[in-house]
Each structure stands twice: as structure tokens, then as C-alpha cells.
């Protein structure tokens, strides 16, 4: 498995060796599966055993949006759900802040599940009966909290999500979007230091679901909340993840940042996942760029920086695009008003192509 931790904050949400095996002899299949290393196919057809988490283990970093994303029946709905255990594993931990949401009891996990994670799904569930304001400020008032701040809590998450003026409508009146921007209002009104979204805005339109996506990139700036990010879509998950970790058959085939994941796919799985995604905003010049101090033995010289187009090593292909169009000379990279890299047309080219 390829796993990239790099630039990455003190892990919030841990998983270590997890395991989920449904069906009766789940125990048994468990131990043979350990001893034997049996497939998926083999354990359904031994124990009539279905394997739906395998061997995961996965950390995310404070205020990291990380997506899990695969087809369907790839257990990442599965393994999300073990994070505030509404699942318990086969076998494996799960730390949240540290603390293994194993170990604790009825009412700490009640406590943990109230304060410390927030639940965004594809179907919110809002109370129809209910106002857009009062929805907002249910889990407050399950908390105990006093109605002029939960009104007043709410009234600033409805801000947040561009709802305003919406806080007395009932959910009915409202759109599809508009009810996931309630249902994310809901999830942020308690101030979670986690956010488990599964799928939250795959039955929205595109324009819909792009404006929403946005919004929470905006939103998880603002609030540096932790987010675990569950998605069928490559380029969703491409979009809004500074991570990714691609599952197939409840296994982790890959982690990495969305760069990684595009230039160096583990194996032809993911390879064949990314071959139709433009490389252009998702590959930089540090990637491509040959180092000045390589380019001048090969080349010996150093071209005129006065007649190069420039760039930075975080530009993306994009940018690069834009600077070199009528330019006969490479790109020089710049950093610190020092030329660090030369990316020639050639170079580019790979890049866009996906050859690093």
C-alpha cells in the first residue's frame, strides 16, 4: 500500500488495523483470515462471511480534509462508520484525539458522538416539523442548551451557509441543495472537531454540487474542522480532499495528496481510475521542473532570465500553460528572486500527459 504522510498536522482520527467481517462466523473467518490470508471470495464462500473492512489503517491530520473514496461495495461507507462506532470492528482500533472509542462506555461515547463529531449524509433526515433555524439547533437543545443561544448559534451558522433569511422556512420549502447546506449547518452547529460526510452531495446537480463543494472548502478554511470526506467520484474527491485513499474490496489500494495519486497510481487499478483526469490543476511546476544545476550540465547554459517566461514551484500545469503560450524559451522557476528549475515544452507536455 502507498501511503503519503507528508506536511500533515497531529493525527486527530486514527485507525489502526481495522477489520470488518459481517455474518454469523464473523469470529471464525476472522482468525482463518489471519492465519491463512484468505480472500474475500474465499472467506464468503468458507463462513458465508462477508468481508467489508480489510486491514485498514489510516491517520488524518488536524483540520485535513481526507477522502475515502471507491465504487460501490468498496467499504468506505463501512469503515467511516466504525470512526464514532456505530459500527464495532471485527478486530483493530480506532483513536479519536487518542482516546480508543473502543474502550469507552454508553454514556462517554454519547458524550463523544455529541461534542466531538459531526454527521453529514446524501439524505439529511431533517425534521419536517421543524423550522430551518430550530433543525440547526436540535443537537443543542439534546445538549441542554439554553434557547437564546441556540437561536443565536444557529442565526450564525445559517450565515455560514448563505441561508439567510431562510431560518423560519420549514425544510419542505426548501431545495435539495439548500436542505444539504442545513443539514452541514446542523453538523457545524456543535462545534465538532470532526466532520464525517458520506456521499454528501452525489444526488445534487452538478452546478448544485459544485457550488456546495465551494462553499465547504470555504467553510472547513474558515473552521480548520477535521473532515473525513466519503465519495464515489474521482474528480469529487480530487477537488476536495488534501488526501485521498482509494478502497477496493474494503482494502486501501493507495494514499496520497491528489498529485501523487495521479503521477505515480500504485498499480493499474488506480491508473485506470485517473487515466481521464486533466492533469492541469492537479500537477506544479516543482514536479516537473528540471533543477537549474541539472539543466546547466546538460544543456551548459543557463538561458537569459530577462527573455524567459517565469513562474513559482506551486504554479500548476495551468499556469505554466498560460505563461509559456508565444514563448520560444523555457519557464524559469523563481523562488526567493532565484531561479530554481527550468521546465522546457517538452517537460510540459509530459505533465499534461501524466509523465513525470
Known amino acids: 500500500m502507498n501511503i503519503d504522510t507528508s506536511d500533515r498536522k497531529s493525527d486527530v482520527v486514527v485507525c489502526n488495523n481495522v477489520w470488518k467481517i459481517f455474518g454469523a462466523r464473523a469470529s471464525e473467518a476472522m482468525e482463518a483470515v489471519r492465519n491463512e490470508n484468505l480472500s474475500k471470495a474465499e472467506v464468503l464462500e468458507r463462513f458465508e462471511c462477508v468481508v467489508g473492512v480489510r486491514d485498514v489503517s489510516i491517520s488524518v491530520g ?3 480534509v481526507f477522502c475515502i473514496m471507491g465504487l460501490s461495495g468498496s467499504g468506505k461507507s463501512t469503515l467511516v462508520r466504525h470512526i464514532n462506532r456505530l459500527i464495532e470492528p471485527t478486530y483493530g482500533e480506532i483513536l479519536i484525539n487518542g482516546t480508543n472509542v473502543g474502550g469507552l462506555g454508553a454514556e462517554d461515547l454519547r458524550e463523544m458522538r455529541a461534542n466531538q463529531i459531526g454527521m453529514v449524509f446524501q439524505n439529511m433526515a431533517l425534521l419536517p416539523h421543524r423550522t430551518v433555524r430550530d433543525n440547526i439547533a ?123 495519486i495521479v503521477t505515480e497510481p500504485a498499480d493499474d487499478y488506480v491508473a485506470d481510475f485517473v487515466a481521464g483526469i486533466s492533469k492541469l490543476k492537479l500537477i506544479f511546476a516543482h514536479t516537473v521542473m528540471q533543477p537549474v544545476e541539472q539543466y546547466e550540465k546538460e544543456v551548459k547554459k543557463l538561458p537569459a532570465l530577462d527573455k524567459c517566461p517565469q513562474a513559482t514551484p506551486d504554479d500548476d500545469l495551468d499556469a505554466l500553460v498560460g505563461v509559456s503560450v508565444g514563448q520560444d524559451n523555457p519557464i524559469v ?9 527550468i521546465v522546457t515544452k517538452d517537460a510540459l507536455l509530459r505533465g499534461i500527459q501524466g509523465e513525470v
Open 62 to 64: 488536524e483540520g485535513e
Open 138 to 260: 436540535f443537537s443543542l437543545e439534546l445538549r441542554n442548551v439554553d434557547a437564546f443561544t441556540r437561536s443565536e448559534i444557529a442565526d450564525k451558522m445559517i450565515g455560514l451557509v448563505s441561508l439567510q433569511g431562510y431560518g423560519d422556512r420549514l425544510p419542505a420549502d426548501l431545495s435539495g441543495g439548500m436542505q444539504q447546506r442545513v443539514g452541514l449547518a446542523r453538523a457545524m452547529a456543535a462545534d465538532p472537531d470532526i466532520l464525517l460526510m458520506d456521499e454528501p452531495f452525489s444526488a445534487l446537480d452538478p452546478l448544485i454540487r459544485r457550488g456546495l463543494q465551494d462553499e465547504f472548502l470555504d467553510l472547513s478554511k474558515t473552521m480548520k474542522k477535521t473532515t473525513l470526506f466519503i465519495t464515489h467520484d474521482l474528480d469529487e474527491a480530487i477537488r476536495m480532499g488534501s488526501r485521498i485513499a482509494i478502497m477496493k474490496d474494503g482494502e486501501i489500494v493507495q494514499i496520497g495528496t491528489p498529485e501523487k
Open 333 to 341: 522557476i523563481m523562488s526567493d528572486s532565484k531561479p530554481v528549475g
